[in-house]
């Protein structure tokens, strides 16, 4: 399967450049954009090449500890 490398990346610096973080707190689960991995690691879906994840652990006011 051919992964679409370019796409993600231009959603990535979308992504990147948007104003602020979103408010989080432990043991929510969140629709996070992922993207494309390499290998064999779990990819994003659809367009916003996002899964759900468990936030477990905040470590900062825009980084989390996730489990996917």
């Not at 450049?17 to 954009?33: K, L, M, Q, V």
Request: hydrophobic residues 35%; charged residues 30%.
């Amino acid at each position: 399967m051919e992964k679409d490398f370019d796409s993600w990346n231009a959603k990535k610096k979308e992504l990147h450049n948007r104003a602020g973080a979103p408010f989080f707190h432990e043991r929510e689960i969140w629709w996070c954009s992922i993207g494309i991995n390499i290998g064999s690691e779990q990819d994003g879906s659809d367009d916003e090449y996002s899964r759900p994840v468990l936030v477990l652990k905040g470590l900062s006011k825009e980084t989390f500890l996730q489990f996917r």
